[in-house]
């Protein structure tokens, strides 16, 4: 049996991973995949990726790097990205992997006008889409965590923008039949999510925000977690 890809491009925080664990951790809880049906690849410390006909599918995490910098292994791990999209392979990108994905399909990317987008928000599903593998099942609206300061500002040429949030217009694309991504994180849960609000206090008081409302207003996401089983058993990564 192929197993499925965690691409890694970054970590967590030091004082986030000594309580939480890492991102790798997170996905596969949330996916419900088992531990021996994983194979991670750390790009950003230069590990080099498997073919994609190696591999049942691909989830691509987030990142503290920014997709602009265009860092060479970023770019490179673009050039995979197109290369798994020729042969239809699974892919599910989030936050820096939902950027990158754009990035490499020939969308635009760049900061969120009006600064960092952080906390839990409310996420509005686009109309039309009844059908939708994935996303035909959500209800009109859901909440779901988020943290980034860059976006997808002009999603690829063909893809469907099927969620949004009242910041970010973008926040969950299809791109083919195997291929979605979205902006908020469905592997965190309320813990993780407060975390990171207590690490950026400093910064969101420097930019203006009320750090204080952000971090009471955090709360459950069990529809946007649930995305990442749906799509691991939709795609035969997992047996139930």
């Known amino acids: 049996m192929k197993p499925v890809l965690i691409i890694r491009t970054g970590r967590a925080p030091d004082s ?28 950003a410390a230069g590990e080099a990726l498997p073919a994609a006909g190696e591999v049942a599918g691909a989830i691509v995490t987030g990142s503290a790097a920014m997709v602009t910098e265009k860092l060479a292994w970023s770019e490179a791990t673009a050039g995979w990205i197109r290369d798994a999209m020729d042969v239809n392979l699974p892919l599910f990108g989030v936050c820096y ?3 990158l994905m754009t ?4 969308g635009r990317v760049d900061y969120l006008p009006g600064g960092r987008e952080i906390g839990t ?53 299809r791109y083919g039949p195997n291929a979605i991504s979205v902006q908020f994180h469905p592997e ?6 407060r975390a990171y609000i207590r690490r950026k206090r400093d910064d969101l008081h420097r930019e203006g925000a009320d750090a204080a409302r952000i971090f009471s207003a955090v709360g459950a996401t069990p529809i946007a977690r649930r995305l990442l089983r749906r799509f691991a058993r939709r795609h035969g990564w997992t047996s139930a």
Request: hydrophobic share 40%; no cysteine.
């Open 97 to 99: 992997g939902h950027q």
């Open 103 to 106: 990035h490499a399909l020939g």
């Open 188 to 193: 965190f849960n309320a813990e993780v999510m």
């Open 121 to 173: 928000q409310s996420i509005e599903t686009a109309p039309g889409h009844p059908h939708d593998l994935l996303a035909g099942g959500l209800p009109a609206r859901f909440r779901a965590h988020t943290t980034h300061e860059q976006s997808v500002l002009e999603p690829p040429a063909g893809a469907q923008v099927l969620a949004s949030s009242a910041r970010d217009p973008n926040q969950l694309l």
């Open 16 to 43: 986030i991973r000594a309580r939480h664990g890492d991102f790798p951790h997170w996905f596969r809880v949330a996916a419900g995949l088992r531990p021996e049906r994983l194979r991670i690849v750390d790009v």
